[in-house]
């Protein structure tokens, strides 16, 4: 399977801790998304990144989150301590080219007790 | 501000009855406007692209239209296995790629 992948696809934690999130993307895209979704929403655009380089980051991304794209490969996405509220699906999406289309991977499903 | 509204935000629908889902948008600049059809527990699932108003795509028993304020996904004769929450998204001119979401239509289809 080709296709975007993310890793874990659950995680519960508890407040307070850090969590680290992985996605890989399509091999041959050089553009990836982080997004985040919560029950009976669209997706919330997190941050984006051209090969390498970090390009936007949404207001929506406090400075418990971090996130990274070593050589242009796959993504972390690292969130410290975590706080109830950030319970959410957490997903990746990769595309060719800038308002390709998006291809999204299954998504990271975390809960914080 | 850019915005993504669809309607209804739920949708219930006999096995071989027609309807359409909406989508009206406000947005600086569009750079495309997307369909994605989501399973429970699952990413979205990329469907349609278009770019211009007058634009139609087709795949099977869904079709999508795009004028200069809405597009619609109409769909023709469903089955239960179209059952499904149908995310309309759009590009636009203040960023470099990432996407606006509407909240989505959940469509049901009984058999």
């Known amino acids: 399977d080709t296709g975007v992948s993310q890793n874990p696809r659950h995680k519960i934690t508890k407040r307070g801790q850090n969590v680290t999130f992985r996605c890989d993307p399509i091999s041959e895209h050089n553009r990836l998304y982080w997004y985040r979704q919560t029950l009976g929403q669209g997706p919330e655009f997190l941050t984006y990144?051209?090969?390498?380089?970090?390009?936007?980051k949404s207001r929506l991304l406090s400075d418990r989150f971090s996130a990274e794209r070593p050589k242009g490969s796959f993504s972390t996405l690292e969130i410290q301590r975590t706080e109830q509220g950030d319970s959410a699906m957490y997903l990746c999406?990769?595309?060719?080219?800038?308002?390709?289309?998006?291809?999204f991977g299954p998504g990271t499903r975390l809960t914080v007790l | 501000e850019d915005q993504v509204t669809q309607s209804p935000e739920a949708l219930r629908l006999q096995e071989g009855e027609s309807s359409s889902l909406n989508c009206s948008y406000t947005?600086?600049?569009?750079?495309?406007l997307f369909w994605y059809r989501q399973d429970p527990g699952k990413g979205p699932e990329f469907l349609f692209t278009l770019y211009s108003a007058g634009e139609e795509k087709e795949k099977e028993r869904l079709k999508a239209t795009l004028t200069k304020k809405e597009s619609f996904l109409h769909i023709t004769a469903p089955k239960p296995e179209d059952s499904a929450t149908y995310l309309c998204a759009v590009g636009h001119g203040g960023s470099q790629g990432n996407l606006i979401f509407g909240k989505g239509t959940k469509l049901s289809v009984k058999p």
């Open positions: 990144f051209q090969n390498e380089a970090q390009l936007e």
């Open positions: 999406a990769s595309s060719g080219t800038e308002y390709n289309e998006q291809f």
């Open positions: 947005v600086s600049g569009l750079r495309g």
